[in-house]
């Protein structure tokens, strides 16, 4: 129980928890098991309209992690992953107005910071889940670097804003004094961009596998992976971009060799004449009609495109990919909701 005079308003607790049983006594998950990695997309930390509190956040994460106990109930093995947009941003924004007081912290430390806080919100309300429902299942969030080419044509063309809006003239000041790409962003102001580089490496993928293997249910890769690049000596520095957080799922999931790759996100399908009169919903979609869809440009960049690329990529490499609502999550497993993409037509 909290302590007395203690006054934040977090979600009730039972205050008869029994106490951790050492991790010998954990059952061994069924060697068989399949393994998921799942996606979770900025909805299931906040919701539009929301500002970001503590609060509101953990109530989102607590209702979007009973349906993961739900699933893991269920007999999948789940690999974890987030997306860390607003969260990141907000850092960015606390580090820009205290910068006269405590030295700004750069991107890739706010990112980190941010898997961090996430992870401690979702490892927190899901062994919560997994407690009410008697699950024993540890949960390990792993702080993650995911390694970048320094070559990757994206570090030419910033694309994506990061952070909080200023005057043009603030702006060229940054240009100039901190050597920041500030780009102009739809009427609203001028924001900073970064590169949206692909991932390579799944830096801490042994330990990851291993966890994996061993029954744990491991929340990695948040927001993409801390971007990182490997010198000519192999050695690791932070750099200040974003990587796409269902490109580096799709890598995760094929390093863990995952039977399956699920993206949470708001919508229940991914649809083709997507917002227009002739809509349509994708069911069960075999890779190649995919590969035509996308390249007839039913996606769009930075939302459904990187989901769907995620999606090709894996089943590419054999698995089963399923795009869905975060409200359908057992379903989507089941074969009973979502879009699927399949290797071959009629699979
Ligand atoms: P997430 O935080 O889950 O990654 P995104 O906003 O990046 O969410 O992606 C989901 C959004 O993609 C949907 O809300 C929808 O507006 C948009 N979208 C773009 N094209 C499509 C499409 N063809 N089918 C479905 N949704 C699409
Ligand atoms: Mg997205």
Request: charged share 20%; proline share 6%; hydrophobic share 45%.
């Amino acid at each position: 129980m909290p302590a007395a005079g203690h006054t934040d308003n977090r979600l009730s607790q039972g205050s008869h928890m029994t106490a951790q049983q050492p991790i010998e006594e954990f059952p061994a998950r069924a060697p068989d098991a399949k393994t998921v990695v799942v996606a979770l997309g900025g909805n299931a930390i906040l919701q539009p309209g929301q500002v970001g509190t503590f609060e509101e956040q953990l109530v989102n994460v607590d209702g979007a992690m009973r349906c993961i106990a739900e699933l893991v109930e269920s007999g999948w093995r789940v690999v974890l992953t987030h997306g860390n947009g607003p969260q990141v941003g907000d850092l960015l924004v606390q580090n820009a107005l205290a910068a006269k007081t405590v030295p700004s912290m750069p991107m890739d430390v706010c990112g980190a910071m941010s898997q961090g806080s996430i992870g401690y919100m979702l490892e927190q309300t899901l062994l919560n889940h997994f407690h009410k429902r008697r699950l024993e299942v540890p949960v390990v969030t792993v702080l993650t670097q995911v390694a970048v080419s320094a070559k990757d044509q994206a570090f030419d063309n910033p694309t994506k804003p990061v952070g909080a809006f200023h005057s043009e003239a603030e702006a060229r000041k940054m240009m100039l004094e901190d050597g920041h790409v500030m780009k102009e962003d739809a009427g609203r102001g001028w924001r900073r961009v970064v590169p949206s580089p692909k991932p390579v490496e799944i830096v801490p993928r042994a330990a990851i596998v291993d966890m994996v293997r061993n029954g744990i249910c491991v929340i990695c890769s948040g927001g993409g992976g801390v971007p990182v690049v490997r010198g000519k000596d192999g050695s690791l520095s932070g750099i200040a971009a974003v990587i796409d957080k269902d490109l580096a799922a799709a890598l995760l999931a094929k390093e863990v060799a995952a039977d399956a790759l699920l993206i949470l996100t708001d919508v229940p399908k991914a649809y083709i004449h997507y917002n227009t009169p002739e809509q349509q919903a994708l069911g069960t979609v075999s890779l190649a009609e995919m590969q035509a869809y996308a390249a007839e440009g039913h996606f769009k960049a930075g939302s459904m495109g990187p989901k769907v690329a995620a999606c090709m990529s894996f089943v590419e490499a054999g698995g089963t990919a399923v795009i869905g609502s975060l409200t359908e999550v057992v379903q989507a497993m089941a074969g009973e909701a979502g879009t699927r993409i399949v290797p071959e037509a009629g699979a």
